[in-house]
């Protein structure tokens, strides 16, 4: 019996010193868990996770492309038969503030422990008002101005944000010498829009980059981009900025061309899902550049598991919307195992778990590495990609 007790005692401080060997005191660096990598730990139960985004209406792309990448991840790391699992309802907000905080709402009676959105960042600014208040971990993967995370401790970016964008574009044009004169047309009642705009502006003038002409418009305005265009035109502009959303960004395109205007055009992850307008003809979008973390056409193992799995499932190419929510799903996991948070416990205190990780824990994800400040904001690098032949293609791999 003495024997039989000692060998126990023995395996048991075995399991201990493993156990202190395994705890890192630093950022854990984690790739995409599979039945063979899944972190071990106190962290159990089913968690809910509630979606909001538009589904809908003209900003469909978006949110459409969020919840299904989102879906992907959660359909991967339930297969893993870990101890974490996650359950998703999603809310069409048909990119609306007021729409997307009846969303919020439903998703709280229905049990939501987890948020992910919302997909737009008006929307999102309202939603994070609530989620604020009530303490209900969010991560979004696609809404980028600061108004979003400013002041909140508990609402986290997957995507860029809106001045990381601007300074990127500014200098991914100056450095690679893509134009002699640049045009800009933004919208100036959208946060997205202004956001980026204004952050570009002064890194363009840093860099030396000539703004030749700046254009703007608004919601009702958004039709007839002629004046604009003619001005930029007049300017001598060899490329336009556009930091805005694809739905005017390809009238833009349509209105450049019967014009005989033909510059560079430059856009951001605003102008992705461009190719996937009904009516749209493709071949005006050929050559365009997208500042964006994503390409379809990576061929590391990750993406390439991705993008088969996205066009078996839903018959299209994945576009960054998609890969972003990916990515949010592994950083919920992901703070979740770091914390060893647990499902029965409150949304306050499963809330405050993650806050305390975020800062500790590093994702690789299909959009790259990411750490993350205190202030919500994430960290990771921008690629630029061509529109070639119809496609996303990395502009690395185009030239």
């Given at each position: 019996?003495?024997?039989?007790?000692?060998?126990?005692?023995?395996?048991?401080?075995?399991?201990?010193?493993?156990?202190?060997?395994?705890?890192?005191?630093?950022?854990?660096?984690?790739?995409?868990?599979?039945?063979?990598?899944?972190?071990?730990?106190?962290?159990?139960?089913?968690?809910?996770?509630?979606?909001?985004?538009?589904?809908?209406?003209?900003?469909?792309?978006?949110?459409?492309?969020?919840?299904?990448?989102?879906?992907?991840?959660?359909?991967?790391i339930?297969?893993?038969?870990g101890?974490?699992?996650?359950e998703?309802?999603?809310?069409?907000?048909?990119?609306?503030?007021?729409?997307?905080?009846?969303?919020?709402?439903?998703?709280?009676?229905?049990?939501m422990?987890?948020?992910?959105?919302?997909?737009?960042?008006?929307?999102?600014i309202?939603?994070?008002?609530?989620s604020?208040?009530?303490?209900?971990?969010?991560?979004?993967?696609?809404?980028?101005?600061?108004?979003v995370?400013?002041?909140?401790?508990?609402?986290?970016?997957?995507?860029f944000?809106?001045?990381?964008?601007?300074?990127?574009?500014?200098?991914?044009?100056?450095?690679?010498?893509?134009?002699?004169?640049?045009?800009?047309?933004?919208?100036?009642?959208?946060?997205?829009?202004?956001?980026?705009?204004?952050?570009?502006?002064?890194?363009?003038?840093a860099?030396?980059?000539?703004?030749?002409?700046?254009?703007?418009f608004?919601?009702?305005?958004?039709?007839?981009?002629?004046?604009?265009?003619?001005?930029?035109?007049?300017?001598?502009?060899?490329?336009?900025?556009?930091?805005?959303?694809?739905?005017?960004?390809?009238?833009?395109?349509?209105?450049?061309?019967?014009?005989?205007?033909?510059?560079?055009?430059?856009?951001?992850?605003?102008?992705?899902g461009?190719?996937?307008?009904?009516?749209?003809?493709?071949?005006?979008?050929?050559g365009?550049?997208?500042?964006?973390?994503?390409?379809?056409?990576?061929?590391?193992?990750a993406?390439?598991s991705?993008?088969?799995?996205?066009?078996?499932?839903?018959?299209?190419?994945?576009?960054?919307?998609?890969?972003?929510?990916?990515?949010?799903?592994?950083?919920?996991?992901?703070?979740?195992?770091?914390?060893?948070?647990?499902?029965?416990?409150?949304?306050?205190?499963?809330?405050?778990?993650?806050?305390?990780?975020?800062?500790?824990?590093e994702?690789?994800?299909?959009?790259?590495?990411?750490?993350?400040?205190?202030?919500?904001?994430?960290?990771?690098?921008?690629?630029?990609?061509i529109?070639?032949?119809?496609?996303?293609?990395?502009?690395?791999?185009?030239?």
């Open positions: 019996m003495k024997k039989f007790l000692a060998l126990v005692m023995a395996a048991l401080m075995m399991l201990t010193l493993f156990a202190a060997c395994g705890d890192k005191t630093e950022g854990d660096t984690t790739a995409v868990p599979t039945e063979n990598n899944a972190v071990a730990g106190t962290a159990s139960g089913t968690f809910k996770i509630g979606g909001i985004g538009p589904l809908t209406g003209g900003a469909a792309t978006y949110g459409v492309a969020v919840k299904n990448g989102a879906q992907i991840a959660i359909d991967e339930n297969a893993l038969g101890s974490v699992k996650f998703m309802q999603f809310e069409d907000d048909e990119h609306d503030a007021e729409k997307s905080v009846n969303a919020y709402n439903k998703l709280k009676d229905w049990g422990q987890l948020l992910i959105g919302s997909v737009t960042t008006t929307p999102c309202a939603v994070a008002s609530e604020y208040s009530d303490r209900i971990f969010e991560i979004t993967p696609s809404a980028s101005s600061l108004d995370i400013d002041g909140k401790d508990n609402v986290f970016q997957v995507c944000t809106d001045p990381n964008q601007g300074v990127a574009s500014a200098d991914y044009i100056a450095d690679n010498a893509l134009a002699t004169k640049v045009a800009v047309i933004y919208k100036n009642d959208d946060a997205y829009s202004t956001g980026i705009y204004n952050k570009f502006a002064a890194e363009a003038a860099k030396g980059l000539e703004v030749a002409y700046v254009g703007t608004t919601t009702d305005t958004e039709n007839d981009f002629s004046v604009q265009l003619g001005k930029a035109k007049e300017a001598g502009a060899d490329l336009l900025f556009l930091p805005i959303y694809f739905t005017p960004a390809s009238l833009i395109l349509q209105q450049a061309n019967a014009m005989g205007y033909a510059p560079k055009f430059f856009g951001v992850d605003g102008m992705d461009i190719l996937g307008i009904k009516g749209f003809d493709t071949k005006l979008a050929e365009v550049y997208l500042l964006t973390p994503f390409s379809a056409d990576s061929t590391d193992d993406t390439v991705f993008v088969t799995k996205y066009k078996e499932l839903y018959n299209e190419i994945p576009n960054q919307f998609a890969a972003d929510a990916y990515d949010a799903v592994y950083t919920i996991y992901e703070a979740i195992q770091k914390a060893g948070a647990t499902s029965d416990m409150s949304t306050e205190e499963l809330c405050d778990a993650l806050i305390s990780v975020m800062t500790q824990i994702v690789k994800g299909l959009t790259g590495t990411m750490k993350w400040q205190a202030t919500g904001e994430v960290s990771k690098d921008p690629m630029a990609v529109i070639k032949d119809g496609v996303y293609v990395g502009a690395k791999n185009a030239q």
